[in-house]
């Protein structure tokens, strides 16, 4: 925390404006000296040409931000320069030799995190607002960001906080107050239903973060490689019209009315004495287990086959939409399916009805993951920590233990609470979380 440091903040790469960020308690000094100017407003943009040892580095506009009132909490600069891989490594490496030593990951969030300027909710949904893939993981992050699962966690330790002062006031004073049992196992029982739900919730948001998980299964030839292809809108996989062409799985990604979906291509599945195929067919039955949703490749030329039957088997108590394929050229639909698509994945014709079909089947994994603010793998295993021990507490109460038993229940459960918001954390954990961010943030 009292180091210098200095980083990159903007892509390295070709561009209009680069980003040069240095904090601690050197960082005017060092930009001072840099670009020759002796007194500063805080916050206004000065406009210089930065030199170092006889050389000038770079024209730059340059900011001034004095401690408390930056981004880390710090005294900190920005330094913003010409664009360009070769001036921006040249303005980084005369701060470096200047007294500032190269940040680590994430060193500047952590920092505003050490010294109170944002929670570790906020600091994980600034990460997660770079990582979005989605317009809904974006929307989720920013309401963290602003506070909100700040403040719905806030919310559970008061009910908690609250039901464990009663326990610990009859403790105390056993002669003057009575615990109420029934009204503290009412109030527990209520708090783990809405944790029961929450982590339900919070596990579909993690969903809709990480991407849809959509399958395209079929027998060889259907059409799935054709599909995939024209859903991503580019050549990812190979389209012949030779049988088991698809050996491995192939995934790509793409975004359906501001909903991430990775998708995942696997080899046409058949019965088959081919060592290669069959292992690429294990590998997609494998995949089938993994997938939200599954699109049931069918092909309106052949119409429904002993092939398609032994596919059908192992799709039908999954979520799935039956897609009859190569509907420009053939119309042999003969099995009846609910909720079936017909399209052409060569000419694209009725993919509105498939985007819209498929939306339709997981909306549920949108509604409720919009309605939950745990973002991250992390938030929700401490999350199901909490309930773990909101449900000891009431076991341990229906079991007659004595009520100083079901208080450390709860206030294990608050000091999980605390570890999830960032009111208690170790080195490890701070390490883990900051270490996924890139260098200059």
């Not at 210098?4 to 390295?12: D, Q, R, Y």
């Not at 670009?35 to 730059?60: C, L, P, T, W």
């Not at 506070?147 to 004073?173: F, M, P, T, W």
């Amino acid at each position: 925390m009292f180091d210098t440091i200095a980083a990159i903040s903007s892509p390295l790469g070709t561009g209009a404006i680069s980003v040069v960020r240095i904090d601690g308690p050197k960082s005017h000094d060092i930009a001072k000296k840099l670009v020759k100017i002796s007194n500063v407003d805080y916050r206004r943009v000065y406009h210089a040409f930065m030199e170092f040892e006889g050389q000038i580095v770079d024209e730059v506009n340059i900011v001034f931000y004095k401690s408390p009132n930056s981004y880390t909490g710090n005294d900190l600069v920005e330094i913003y320069g010409h664009g360009g891989i070769l001036v921006t490594r040249k303005v980084l490496e005369a701060v470096l030799k200047s007294g500032a030593r190269l940040a680590e990951r994430g060193e500047f969030t952590k920092r505003a995190f050490l010294n109170g300027k944002i929670s570790l909710v906020q600091a994980e949904s600034i990460y997660q607002i770079i990582e979005a893939k989605s317009e809904i993981s974006l929307k989720l992050s920013f309401e963290n960001l602003k506070g909100k699962l700040s403040e719905e966690i806030e919310n559970y330790r008061s009910r908690l906080l609250n039901i464990l002062a009663e326990i610990e006031v009859s403790i105390d004073y056993p002669d003057d107050m009575e615990v109420d049992f029934d009204n503290i196992f009412n109030l527990l029982t209520k708090i783990d239903q809405q944790l029961s739900l929450k982590i339900e919730k919070s596990k579909k948001a993690l969903t809709l973060n990480q991407g849809i998980v959509m399958t395209i299964v079929g027998k060889p030839n259907s059409g799935k490689s054709t599909l995939l292809n024209k859903l991503l809108e580019e050549d990812r996989a190979i389209v012949t019209d030779i049988p088991g062409t698809t050996r491995d799985v192939i995934k790509g990604e793409i975004d359906i009315n501001g909903i991430h979906f990775v998708i995942v291509d696997t080899a046409g599945i058949r019965e088959t004495d081919d060592v290669v195929e069959s292992i690429g067919i294990q590998k997609s039955i494998k995949e089938l287990e993994k997938a939200d949703i599954v699109l049931f490749v069918l092909d309106s030329t052949t119409g429904f086959t002993k092939e398609d039957e032994y596919i059908f088997e192992k799709v039908k108590k999954l979520n799935y939409i039956p897609v009859w394929n190569k509907c420009d050229i053939g119309n042999n639909f003969n099995m009846e399916f609910r909720d079936a698509v017909k399209i052409s994945a060569l000419t694209g014709e009725s993919f509105k009805s498939l985007e819209s079909m498929i939306l339709s089947k997981v909306s549920d994994i949108i509604e409720s993951g919009e309605s939950s603010h745990i973002i991250t793998q992390r938030q929700l295993e401490v999350l199901e920590r909490v309930k773990r021990n909101v449900e000891s507490a009431i076991f341990n109460l229906k079991s007659g233990y004595e009520v100083d038993v079901v208080s450390i229940d709860i206030r294990k459960a608050l000091e999980e609470l605390d570890v999830l918001i960032g009111k208690r954390f170790s080195d490890d954990l701070l390490d883990t979380i900051f270490s996924n961010f890139c260098v200059g943030k």
